[in-house]
């Protein structure tokens, strides 16, 4: 099957039709060049400061990758909570939680030399499936374009039907021959669910391409980037109170309590 793309003038409805049907989407153009220009200036120098601190077999030996991202990037907080993307991770998680918040932030620069990352699905680091429900959701935001030569993202579209619980040898040798890539423009976004198969691709180019990859988990699951640790508290809370919401500074229901005499958190 085809990946479906849509303009950024489509209605959420339509994007999230697409995204639980195939298990992942694009909306090309979403924000424009000033937006994607000023966070890579803002990454430049993380890039290379400690851009090569998680290589492994995993993440690549010719990839450049940064978290912390609400600490080190301003303009990102415009990617994080853009309106668009609240509307999908309304729809998909709000069923199942009473509030979601970031599961990870991570800034991706492929480099020429780079070869194809194995497939995997998002939501592997949580021990468990629940048939019918999504324990998060994925915004892959293009922050230069993204071509089949320079790494865009594949994806195995319909993988997410697969209830296969043992995800990382057969089920990855399944789907590695059927996926697509989601060429698109910079300032599009790839929409994919949590157990939909991806990976990165291989740069076959002499440029390196840059990516965001925005995670959001239900609210009662652990985070897998410690946004209390990784984003100083005085850089938080100088962000909006959306932001501060998806990094965690709230309550899901009673869990995430603790007694604070400057009342400086937020209730449901």
Known sequence: MPLEYFHADADSVDVVKALRRDGA???????????????????????????RYDESDFNGYTTLRVSGILGISPT???????????????????????????????????????????????????PVRMPGMQLQISAMWALEDFTEENGATHVALGSHL????????????????????????????????????????????????????NTYALGWLRQEENQYLNVPREIAEQHSELIQRLMGYQLHRTLGAFQNPDGTWFEN
């Open 25 to 51: 989407t694009v909306v090309r153009n979403q924000v424009g060049p000033d937006v994607t220009d000023a966070i890579l200036l803002e990454l430049r120098k993380p890039f290379d400061a400690v851009g």
């Open 162 to 213: 697969d209830s296969n619980m043992n995800r990382y040898n057969s089920v990855e040798m399944q789907h590695q021959d059927n996926t697509v890539q989601a060429v698109m423009p910079k300032g599009s976004v790839l929409f994919y669910l949590g157990n939909t198969w991806h990976g990165g691709g291989g740069n076959r180019t002499d440029k390196p391409r840059a990516g965001l990859i």
């Open 76 to 126: 990102s907080a415009e990617l994080v909570a853009h309106p668009r993307v609240m509307e999908v991770a309304d729809d998909i998680l709000l069923d199942h939680c009473v509030n979601y918040r970031i599961g990870s932030l991570t800034a991706i620069e492929i480099h020429p030399g780079e070869t194809d990352q194995y497939l995997h699905v998002d939501d592997g680091i949580y």
